[in-house]
């Protein structure tokens, strides 16, 4: 399994375009734990 770190920029941007974008979070989430798993970004 792999370790991901979120950079205290990110998470502000995050932060601030989920206010538009509500399910940002969950698909940030989806991707991460894939990315977890496999070592892989999804090709979606």
């Known amino acids: 399994m792999y ?3 979120a950079k205290d920029t ?3 941007d995050v ?3 989920s206010k ?3 399910e940002l979070w969950d698909e940030i989430q989806t991707i991460t734990s894939y990315m977890q798993e496999t070592g892989e970004i999804p090709e979606e």
């Open 20 to 22: 538009k974008v509500p």
């Open 3 to 5: 370790e991901i770190k």
């Open 15 to 17: 932060n601030r375009w």
């Open 10 to 12: 990110f998470i502000q």
